[in-house]
């Protein structure tokens, strides 16, 4: 049976963005033999847990939103786009089942930004001080390089089956980014020029977690790392199996 992947709507009032993004989160799942789930985000909280749990994994997606800076302590930055609240909702659901059931989970942008904010870290409302072109956009197919920590999944899974991969060329299509990481995630690449965090992980090697700066749908078709991160995440859900809560028995 296919894994049933659930991948949240990318913006509640961007229709246009949710129909040029969304189908290639979509294509490159089903390539990889899973099932894409879309959840919407005027759903209730109900019609998503019945969602959520016919599904083995989750994938959250890049939005052209920023999360409200509240959510970690800081004012609004000028340069902050506004906050999707609908969207922001769904994340938190799929995100609390997912790390509850131990259900791998795979963030590609804002994704990232959005697991790692739930997670309590931090980020960088705006990028600022470099020469690297973050917000290069999806019609420059190479934006820059990043740097991989070897002794991490991120290195095994790019590197299909050779030696650890140090460096990847992605796109980039981003303003913010991550600062101070959170809870039960690391650090697995930067860019090399900046320092910028372009990759974060979680630190529990039985659940599968996962979450990319760039964004591999684009280069899915043309690029073996990208396709090599969808392979992995998919697989990852088609072995997934329920987390059993033991109950101690009194005696």
Partial sequence: MKPRIAIPVPHSQKPEYNERSLPQYEKAVRACGGEPVRVPLDATPEQIAKLIGE????????????????????????????????????????????????????????????INVWRSGTLVQHIEGTDVNHEAGREVAVAHPVKVEPASRLARIIAAGESPASTVNVNSSHHQSAAVVGDGLRIVARSPQDGIIEAIEGTSPEHFVIAVQWHPERSFESDPASRKLFEEFVAAAKNYKPRVVEESVGR
């Fill in 55 to 114: 599904c083995q994994g989750v994938l959250l997606p890049g939005s052209p939103a920023d999360l409200d800076p509240q959510k970690f302590g800081e004012a609004k930055h000028p340069k902050t786009n506004p906050a999707d609240p609908a969207r922001d909702n769904v994340d938190e659901l799929l995100l609390q089942d997912a790390y509850n059931m131990h259900k791998p989970v795979f963030g590609i942008c804002y994704g990232l930004q959005s």
